[in-house]
DNA sequence: GTTAGCACTCCGGGAAAAGGAGTGCTAAAT
DNA sequence: ATTTAGCACTCCTTTTCCCGGAGTGCTAAC
């Protein structure tokens, strides 16, 4: 059988109307949206059709049709409108991101809680790193007799920092000394590496030295073992709620802990495209059967990437999620992907 | 009328009853519970001159009774057991704080997802600066010719640092001189006058220097603000759809959405107490009227608290969040309140 | 003050009935 | 060959009604 332009043309109005409303549509109804005069009868045909194919389902026998995954493929893949944003839009979210983010850090965090209330729907980010991350430099800084301050600087440029104290005196005149031992010795290699070079240096150097050594070794392993480990973080999980399909608490409560106690199976995106939409049934994870996820990538200099996944219903918003997400993920890549690393520099306010 | 004994113990099955299964209770069920006999007409004329009082509500005419806020009120004053943990209750509350944890911004972000998953409820948490935080220290550090770390030590012991770049040469040479400037001119005082003394450098020092240190005394305002600002983060909302009376799907958007959208408005202790219970129509705020919040606080030394709040049903059961929560607090106390400002030292792992 | 007995209330569940939206099919029209 | 009108049929949804049970409040006796 074909699929003719009309047939294309209904399943486009059945899925534009079932996303809105949630209702299944019937053949009078469709008729009422579409172009010329065509009658409920001829458009019963095509319903049945385009059932046979796959495109539809039909909740029950004498209910109006609703889209099917294969359906919504169609529809995301050739039939949705790519909309684009009005002015207004663009506007709010530039001025969301026009505010102050202290660091990569903090964008990536706060780029799912923009993008939810911006869509509407639940979000999770990962940061994304390309290639693994290795202390590019230490940096020992005394604060007084029996602390000092450990400031590393990662190979994806973050600089963390933190105080510490030791039990044992902490000689200002020696830390630039030591500064050189943890540049020479513990830069560009991973934290698995690591301790292996901190065993050697244990009967090289003095052992009041060594302690503090192994003590911001610990701790520049600690970073980088919590970069390796692809964080994943969610935003506005109860959003769901607002939807019908999750009314029923109990597979609310199931997506929703899901999302939360297990968000290292959220799904990351497969190829090299911009953005990656995955409906229903093509989620590899049962507690997404019954769910989408839009997922976009965006550029933040140094080998890494952001990622962000917008879930939802597998009747969500297609086409208004993917302009918007879009337009974030360009903008932020826009920010930070150009001028490398650096923290957008904010005239307003 | 008088609270007898005989009726308090009534009061205290009732509650207990309620909270664990969010029925109401019969004079029936209550008869088998109670210690001698005793008939259910007797219980039933208990019951009448307790909703008297006040105690107990009627959720309709012919139905059991439930305890009305007054009941619950008395029940956590006076009649609920002070429970103790049990030896493996306190060590799995143990083994999570043993894991690692970076600094004490961590720690309070933690605390409420640690909380959250171990009573059970959402939570909330807070960070309280007794007093406004300053810088202590600046210091600068030159990474290349176009860029440089600035690393700020705040009056609370937290160590911020950010790489930072110019579109002007950074003549290293320069930054002890430049760091020398700032901790002279910008440590020890408020966000607020930091823009003043900025003011009167301006003419001062060389141009290119003022940018620099623009950019960073900015970055040290922008920081304390951001303590001072008290952001409230939230924890393991879904468990909410747990309880019965969240079933309404409503009813749960409702409190989720409160606890997202309008963290600030909820409560923080009013005195010096270290735990305190508010019980339903307790709570000042509209959206808090059907629920209960059990609020904590813990030292974190350096003027500095951490506040923890669990959310649940009025039906919560006060006596273990009560005794969880306060191990909690105490442990945490102890871990950061003594040795001031240290990273609790790990030895496991 | 306590208890047995009893009439009464009201909720909750299940069955039956009514209503309605929508389909599929047939046969006629284009 | 496609489109259309007509109609019987299906099945969901809502409403109504009925019944059983849990629990109460009251009265009268202990």
Redesign the interface.
């Known amino acids: 059988m074909e699929l003719t332009e009309r047939k294309k043309q209904i399943l486009k109005i059945v899925v534009d109307s079932y996303i809105e409303t949630a209702e299944p549509m019937g053949s009078k109804a469709i008729v009422e949206r579409m172009p010329g005069k065509i009658s409920s009868a001829t458009v019963r045909n095509e319903l049945a059709d385009l059932t046979d194919m796959g495109y539809l389902e039909q909740p029950h026998t004498s209910a109006g049709r609703i889209p099917s995954p294969k359906g919504y493929r169609l529809y995301v893949n050739e039939l949705m409108e790519r909309k684009s944003l009005s002015a207004e839009e663009t506007e709010a979210i530039n001025r969301s991101l026009s505010g102050?983010m202290?660091?990569m850090d903090e964008v990536i965090s706060r780029a799912g809680q923009m993008v939810s209330s911006f869509v509407g729907y639940p979000t999770y980010t990962v940061a994304d790193h390309r290639s693994a991350a290795t202390v590019r430099?230490f940096?020992l800084?005394g604060?007084d007799s029996g602390s000092f301050?450990a400031?590393v600087?990662l190979s994806d440029?973050?600089?963390?920092?933190?105080?510490m104290?030791l039990d044992l005196p902490v000689e200002q005149g020696h830390l630039p000394e030591l500064s050189h031992l943890l540049n020479t010795h513990f830069a560009g290699i991973g934290a698995a590496e690591m301790n292996a070079h901190l065993m050697n240096l244990s009967d090289q150097v003095d052992g009041n030295w060594f302690l503090l050594l192994n003590r911001v070794v610990e701790?520049a392993g600690?970073?980088l073992r919590?970069s390796e480990q692809q964080e994943v973080f969610t935003n506005?999980?109860?959003q769901l709620?607002?939807f019908p399909e999750?009314?029923d608490?109990d597979k609310?409560?199931d997506l929703?802990?899901f999302m939360?106690d297990n968000k290292e199976n959220l799904p990351v995106p497969s190829g090299d495209a911009p953005m990656q939409i995955l409906i229903g049934p093509e989620n590899v994870n049962d507690a997404l059967k019954e769910s989408s996820v839009v997922i976009a990538s965006y550029d933040i200099g140094d080998n890494m990437r952001g990622l962000v996944g917008v879930v939802g219903p597998t009747r969500m918003d297609y086409a208004t999620v993917a302009a918007r997400l879009s337009y974030f993920a360009e903008s932020l890549s826009a920010m930070f992907g150009k001028k490398n690393?650096?923290?957008p520099k904010e005239e307003e306010e």
Chains 1, 2 share one sequence.
Do not use: D, F, N, T
Not at 157 to 163: D, F
């Open positions: 102050k202290a660091g430099r940096e800084i604060v301050i400031v600087m440029s973050r600089v963390k920092s933190q105080l104290a701790y600690e970073l919590q506005g999980a109860s709620l607002k999750y009314r608490v609310a409560h929703m802990s939360v690393q650096l923290p």
